[in-house]
């Protein structure tokens, strides 16, 4: 059945790309803005994201509710819906997870929100945001991916894995940990090259031999800076995916602490929305090693 109202939390940078596809292929798409910043207002504005005035309204009027948070706030979040849950009754809404989070934290918001008596689903986004040239989807597990296939006939590219809970998260996480890992040990070598007076020898070393690559970093490292604060997190839940595994953790946390250098600077500023063009891979690379002095 298609949701007639699509709840949504929170229309941040991706959150709000995703809610403007919805609302440009004709569904309504609701929020709970208290408590958030002028900047994601401005966002949920630009989308055509509608506010109501407290979790109780939202969790009655959506039919599906997605989460798309950082993911240190995953859990938190699932908590504070579930609570609206059980304060507003008997409702029928499906939440889907759509976080960077690990298969044990997804497993975790699993019990959290069915205990209150909503479905769940759980989402890995992966892709760009969608619209303006971004494309991305949605791969679904569990039980209830209903409410979330039906998105595939608005804009959206929803997969079912047609899998438990967890598998949706797991299939995120091993690509995350390629595309922003590797990202992450690009910026780290380029950062150590600075710092040993060798960026230059490298750098033509790596346009002879490693082209492809090197055109990669040009572009993603660069690409990575505004979005440096949200990875952070995401790196630690692969980090505690891995582990769960019996593998190492500790690649990933390190691709953790490199984000955490890039915010520690002034090029952690950036937002998506930020007009200047974005600094090269020289300057990015002085910038952080500048730091580490």
């Known amino acids: 059945m298609v949701p007639s109202s699509v709840g949504l939390l929170s229309p941040g940078d991706m959150g709000h790309s995703v809610g403007a596809v919805l609302t440009d292929h004709g569904l309504r798409v609701i929020t709970c803005l ?34 798309i948070v950082v993911p240190a706030q995953a859990v938190s979040l699932a908590e504070r819906v579930a609570e609206a849950v059980r304060q507003a009754g ?3 809404m499906t939440y889907a997870d759509c976080n960077a989070i690990a298969p044990q934290t997804a497993r975790q918001i699993e019990e959290i929100i069915t205990g209150a008596g909503a479905q769940f689903v759980d989402a890995g986004i992966i892709g760009s945001p969608p619209g303006r040239g971004g494309r991305n989807r949605f791969y679904v597990s569990g039980e209830d991916t209903a409410a979330m296939l039906a998105l595939n006939g608005f804009g959206l590219d929803v997969v079912d894995l047609h899998g438990p809970a967890g598998q949706a998260s797991g299939l995120k996480m091993c690509y995350a940990a390629l595309t922003k890992g590797l990202t992450a040990l690009c910026t780290e070598l380029l950062v150590a090259a600075e710092a040993l007076g060798i960026s230059e020898p490298l750098a033509a070393e790596l346009r002879q031999s490693q082209g492809a690559m090197y055109t990669r970093m040009e572009r993603g490292v660069p690409g990575m800076l505004p979005k440096a604060h949200r990875w952070v997190g995401e790196m630690e839940e692969i980090a505690s995916t891995f582990g769960a595994l019996g593998l190492t953790p500790d690649m990933l946390r390190g691709a953790a602490e490199m984000y955490r250098l890039v915010m520690r600077t002034e090029l952690g500023t950036r937002t998506p929305e930020d007009p200047r063009p ?16």
């Open 34 to 67: 208290g408590g958030r910043s002028d900047r994601t207002r401005a966002l949920a504005a630009e989308a055509g994201i509608e506010d109501v005035a407290s979790y109780a309204e939202l969790v009655t009027q959506a039919q599906l509710l997605l989460s």
């Open 278 to 293: 974005l600094p090269d891979l020289a300057e990015i690379a002085s910038t952080l090693a500048g730091a580490l002095r």
């Open 90 to 92: 008997a409702v029928s």
